[in-house]
């Protein structure tokens, strides 16, 4: 599976970003996408998440509840991470994911396949 990402840049504090990631390659069967971010000196972290079949279909960490919005197309090959409400410490570099688990598609540890970083900037 290939993933290309998309999107990220510069913005000021309040303001909003869109982020899209492709897929292909071995993309049939199930499967779950996920957006993780790393800032500098910081780990990883799974931050938004989609899967096409099982309930709850998407997952948010506590810090992007409510202002980020994950979506996926009907191919199951595109997500998409709309960033409303921005603040500076939404700054990282942003990475879209996949894996072929998708009962486990809040485990960051079985995302198999991952794209390239996109930056995001947040200035106050």
């Known amino acids: 599976v290939q993933l290309q990402a998309s999107g990220g840049g510069l913005v000021q504090a309040g303001g909003s970003l869109t982020l899209s990631c492709a897929a292909s390659?071995?993309?049939?069967?199930?499967?779950?996408m996920g957006w993780f971010r790393q800032a500098p000196e910081k780990e990883r972290e799974l931050i938004a998440a989609?899967?096409?079949?099982?309930?709850?279909?998407?997952y948010y960490e506590d810090s992007v509840k409510g202002r980020f919005t994950i979506s996926g197309d009907g191919a199951k090959t595109t997500v998409t991470l709309q960033m409303n409400s921005l603040k500076p410490e939404d700054t990282a570099v942003y990475y879209c994911?996949?894996?072929?688990?998708?009962?486990?598609?809040?485990?960051?540890?079985?995302?198999?396949?991952w794209g390239q970083g996109t930056q995001v900037t947040v200035s106050s």
């Open positions: 989609i899967r096409w079949s099982g309930s709850p279909s998407s």
């Open positions: 390659g071995r993309t049939l069967g199930s499967h779950a």
């Open positions: 994911a996949f894996t072929p688990h998708p009962v486990a598609f809040t485990s960051t540890r079985h995302y198999r396949y």
